[in-house]
Structure formats: structure tokens, C-alpha cells
């Protein structure tokens, strides 16, 4: 037969009984005011965190550290706490993921390993491929060539294309799928158009 846990006997001490009402208080604290909040914070980490594999562990560790938290003091509101910890998580992970030891930077030269730099050919190919991306982009129509360059060489959104070209968001999309189409044509050597020769 299984023992009762302490909390249970008659002969427990009070300070004890206190530490468990804390505790029940938190679980069901817990249990009504975070748990709801699971979609939004599920929703939260898929958006913010390239792989999807993490989520459930990030979700626990976010669980782990609000229900560390509210043992000390029960956080109101909840959701902006929540959503602080898992943001704080995140940082944390990445922090993690680009920290390299400097004990394993000293040790290369000792280790004789390598170094991945490209060699000539590589570098000779990636100029090549660049000349003929170069060659392609100018064989583009302008309007087109411009919102390429804008939106995928100088990264802006396309509210931000349509403003600098003056034209409407749906003729930026519309000019940038033309271009990506035409500049893919060009360079894995399908059939061209014959508007986009020169």
C-alpha cells in the first residue's frame, strides 16, 4: 500500500501547510489565467522561431519560468507577463545559439582544421554566376528591374517599392512576380520570352 505524502498527515508542520496552499493557490492560479493563453503564445513562438521543432520545449520552458515566477509573487496582468518571458526566452536561445566557447576558438589552429574559405574555382564560379545575374537584371524591362532590385537586392516592402516608384502595392507585385519569373527564365536556362530580349 502506498504512503500518503506528507502534505496530507495530521502531524505535518504549519509552515509547510502554508508552502502547500501557496502551491495550490499558483496551480490553479495557473490553470485559469495561463493555460487559456496557450494558442496566442503557440502562435507567438511559431511566428518568431524558425524551427517549428523548439516549440513545444519553448512552450514548457515559458510555463517553467511564469510558474517559477508566480511562486514568488502571482504576476497581474498575466498576458504581457507571458509574453515577456517567452520574448526573453527567445532572446535567450539565440544569444545561446551564436555563442561560440572561446576555448574552441583557441583550438583550431591545434585541432589543424581546415579553414572554409572558397577556393579559387569557387570564387572564379560565384563571380560568373554574379556577371550573368548582373546581365540578366539588365535584360529586364526597367520598371520591372526596379522593383527587383528594390524588393529583393535592397530588401523593401513593397508600400515602400510603390512609394519610391510611384505606383500602386498591387502593380509592385504584380511587376516583381513578372521580374522573378523572367530573371528564373533567364538564368536556369528555360525558354524566354520574347519581350524580355534585348
Known sequence: MAEKPETSRGNAEPGHQSEVAAASEVDIWFIREVLPLEAALMQFLRHNWRNKSDIDDLRQDVYVRVYEAAHKEIPRPVKPFLFTIARHLLVDHVRREHVVPIE???DLDALDVAIDTPGPECSVIARDELRHLQVSLDRLPPRCRE?????RIEGLS????????GVTE?????????GMCALANMLYGEPTDQRWRT
Not at 522593383?147 to 524588393?151: F, K, Q, T
Not at 498591387?170 to 513578372?178: D, E, G, K, Y
Open 104 to 106: 574552441a576558438v583557441a
Open 170 to 178: 498591387a502593380t509592385v507585385s504584380r511587376q516583381l512576380a513578372i
Open 147 to 151: 522593383a527587383v532590385v528594390l524588393g
Open 158 to 165: 513593397g508600400r515602400e517599392i510603390a512609394a519610391r516608384m
